[in-house]
């Protein structure tokens, strides 16, 4: 399996209900990132989380790292249907080399 | 405003006939990445560049060619495209290093029959 799964693979939720997501990795990381695809577009960049940081609030977002589980959560408060897209974790794996290594995504419908 | 853009958007194309995919960002970095994204793969990187004449290879490269003549564009090269190579490409550029926050285009689509 790849490093930085997400989990569920897709997420169906109702406007104004919280989002939660969960990323897995395998390997020690510096950091973890969390970004949103809409459909077919760019990717763009939600928040970075370090290592020796373990949550962190942007807006509506709380990201939260446990480094002893290799785990990150991605949680979106009072979800709107322009909430509506995929998110992916990115780790910079420790010794990984010139990138970041994704994963496969969460996809998210926020119904009205 | 701040933004890297690609061209083109959306491209269908013949197996053997050469195209490139041309990047271009505005934000004075250094650092630029080309990925593709395949359902249930995510992204890989193909190719990154560090600066000016700075190119390595990155998961995938096999297939691509990439230059980075000036500091602003990274062309992605299909010498001879195949339909393996179908899929969403982005370029992404960043400016304190590779594992930094990125910067993406809004991608191009590539269907190779």
């Known amino acids: 399996s790849q490093q930085g799964e997400e989990d569920p693979q897709a997420l169906s939720i109702q406007e104004g209900e919280n989002a939660t997501m969960n990323c897995s990795y395998k390997t020690s990381i510096n950091n973890l990132q969390w970004y949103r695809q809409n459909s077919g577009r760019g990717l763009v960049h939600l928040i970075l989380?370090?290592?020796?940081?373990r949550e962190k609030h942007s807006g509506r977002l709380r990201v939260t790292l446990d480094t002893s589980k290799k785990s990150s959560s991605l949680l979106i408060t009072a979800s709107r249907a322009a909430d509506t897209a995929s998110y992916f974790c990115?780790?910079?794996?420790?010794?990984?080399?010139?990138?970041?290594?994704f994963g496969t995504g969460t996809q998210l419908k926020v119904e009205l | 405003e701040a933004q890297v853009t690609q061209n083109p958007r959306y491209l269908i194309t013949v197996t053997g006939k050469k195209l490139t995919v041309t990047c271009s960002q505005n934000?004075?970095?250094?650092?630029m990445s080309w990925y593709r994204q395949d359902p249930g793969l995510g992204l890989r990187q193909i190719y990154y560049?560090?600066?000016?004449?700075?190119?390595d290879k990155g998961d995938v490269p096999e297939g691509y060619k990439v230059s980075r003549k000036e500091k602003r564009n990274f062309p992605l090269i299909l010498e001879s495209p195949s339909p393996n190579q179908t899929s969403l490409y982005f370029c992404?550029?960043?400016?304190?290093?590779?594992?930094?926050?990125?910067?993406f285009g809004p991608g191009t689509r590539l269907t190779v029959l």
């Open positions: 560049s560090m600066n000016v004449e700075v190119t």
């Open positions: 992404a550029s960043n400016k304190r290093g590779f594992t930094d926050t990125q910067y």
């Open positions: 990115a780790t910079d794996l420790t010794g990984g080399g010139n990138k970041l290594t």
């Open positions: 934000m004075n970095h250094e650092y």
């Open positions: 989380i370090r290592s020796n940081e």
